[in-house]
């Protein structure tokens, strides 16, 4: 089995790094990406295309410049963006491909595949490697998520992911949802993990023991909440499995260390905040807006983020966590 390594660094790093990277940055890190021959890199805004925005935390640099300077880079590696419809247009889709992008991983929530049917036909039509990304798979029993791949491989997916944006599964959810896939389509299978639970590089090598074939990681694991799965350590531990990724580790590890540990703006660690992500199963991204609203409405995050993971609030819905903020905040002074 060949396995395909994606880096979401330069994209869902880009959450933890409240979407300050520079060109000099992106540059930086493509080059040792490309190096170290990882097959696949994303970068954009955390949200993905379109993404730069008052909801979701402006960009210090356009996303397309990030792009043109990543594809510049690349003599081995791939570029792909993610795009949420609804944020991302056909049009930032269309400009991504002019600059030279190779992969779009189309995402919806688990169970709204069907908002991202004229996405995928654009970026086949584009020629494109074309991917669903169903976000939130942990909400979703597994027939639904069975369902939802259908439709995704119906429009012309070429893979379809299973991702962990909570960081809330266990190895158990995620064995049972890639072998499910893996029996119904013919299409490639992929996982995305969060550590919120410490439980990213378990879930993936399970997912890649159910049958998945693409796998993401970050380098440092620099990512939303706690991060995703570290993309060094994936490759080391892949090794010593006996899987053969093609990967230079002694490159991968060098520009972990001294391109992305640099720019870090703290530890990617499991703190109070991030675990009740997964514990509470909340969209990993949620973490810094809850943080600030936190500090606006003098509100403990955690009691924020367990609300909104009781209210099942999915990407899209950051405005609910000052909404909850503001209620928990109101309440709290009732009290007094």
């Keep these: 089995m060949t396995l395909k390594i994606l880096d979401v660094t330069l994209r869902d790093g880009s959450h933890s790094v409240r979407h300050m990277f520079t060109v000099e940055q992106v540059r930086a890190a493509a080059k040792g990406l490309n190096a170290a021959g990882i097959r696949y890199f994303e970068v954009s805004h955390g949200d993905g295309l379109g993404g730069s925005s008052l909801q979701y935390g402006f960009s210090k640099t356009d996303e397309l410049k990030l792009i043109e300077a990543a594809v510049s880079e690349c003599t081995n590696s791939e570029v792909s963006v993610l795009l949420l419809p609804g944020i991302g247009t056909k049009q930032d889709l269309q400009n991504a491909a002019r600059l030279g992008v190779k992969m779009v991983r189309v995402a919806t929530h688990v169970t709204e595949a069907d908002v991202g ?3 995928i036909e654009l970026a086949r039509s584009l020629g494109l490697k074309t991917v669903g990304f169903l976000m939130m798979s ?3 029993p597994v027939e639904k998520i069975v369902e939802q791949a259908k439709l995704f491989e ?5 893979v379809v992911y299973v991702t962990d944006s909570a960081g809330a599964m266990l190895p158990s959810d995620v064995t049972e949802r890639i072998s499910a896939l893996r029996q119904t389509l013919q299409c490639e299978i992929g996982f995305h993990a969060h550590n919120n639970l410490s439980m990213a590089l378990a879930n993936t090598i399970a997912a890649v023991e159910a049958g ?11 990512g939303a909440g706690a991060g995703n799965t570290q993309t060094e350590v994936m490759v080391a ?4 499995l006996g899987y053969k990724t093609g990967i230079d580790l002694y490159k991968l590890i060098d520009t972990a260390n001294d391109v992305i540990a640099p720019l870090m703006q703290q530890p990617q660690e ?3 905040s991030s675990l009740i992500l997964g514990y509470a199963g909340v969209y990993s991204s949620f973490l810094l807006h809850a943080q600030k609203a936190s ?6 995050e955690r009691d924020i983020l367990i609300r909104v993971g009781e209210m099942k609030a999915v990407g899209g819905q950051e405005d609910l966590i000052y909404e909850v903020a503001q209620t928990l905040a109101a309440k709290k002074e009732l009290v007094r």
């Design 270 to 272: 499991i703190t109070g």
């Design 237 to 240: 531990v892949l090794e010593k």
């Design 212 to 222: 998945a074939t693409y796998i993401d990681g970050s380098m440092r694991a620099l």
């Design 117 to 119: 049917a004229q996405h």
């Design 154 to 158: 119906s429009y012309g997916a070429e």
């Design 295 to 300: 500090a606006q409405f003098g509100i403990d």
């Design 138 to 140: 942990h909400m979703a």
